[in-house]
């Protein structure tokens, strides 16, 4: 069974930093990708930042040069550092396992908050 757990979020003031960190256990094998997602209130679930198995990195226009998504194979876990945080970022970031292009799974979420 796939579990993850997420953990590092909290309250900042604007201009601070935060790290995320999601370790997957219950995974054989290589991961194909992992990520952070993001849903604010009254808001769609939103992509912050994807990597891949190669470190291949994709991130949204709006935490692009501010976010930085980084992946440890041998402990399955991803992290992202948070730099220069808006209220903007403020949201629920919820961390996404690709295990096999068709197999998904996601954590229960993180809230993170930035006071202005």
């Known amino acids: 069974q796939v579990h993850l757990v997420e953990s590092g979020g909290g309250l900042v003031q604007a201009g601070g930093s935060l790290r995320l960190s999601c370790a997957a256990s219950?995974?054989?094998?290589?991961?194909?990708?992992m990520g952070w997602y993001r849903q604010a209130p009254g808001k769609q679930r939103e992509l912050v930042a994807t990597?891949?198995?190669?470190?291949?990195?994709q991130y949204s226009d709006s935490v692009l040069g501010r976010f930085t998504i980084s992946r440890d194979n041998a402990k399955n876990t991803v992290y992202l550092r948070m730099d220069s945080l808006k209220p903007e970022d403020t949201a629920v970031y919820h961390c996404?396992?690709?295990?096999?292009?068709?197999?998904?799974?996601w954590g229960q979420g993180t809230q993170v908050t930035v006071s202005s």
């Open positions: 219950g995974i054989i094998g290589s991961i194909y990708a």
């Open positions: 996404n396992v690709r295990w096999t292009p068709s197999l998904v799974y």
């Open positions: 990597i891949t198995s190669t470190s291949i990195t």
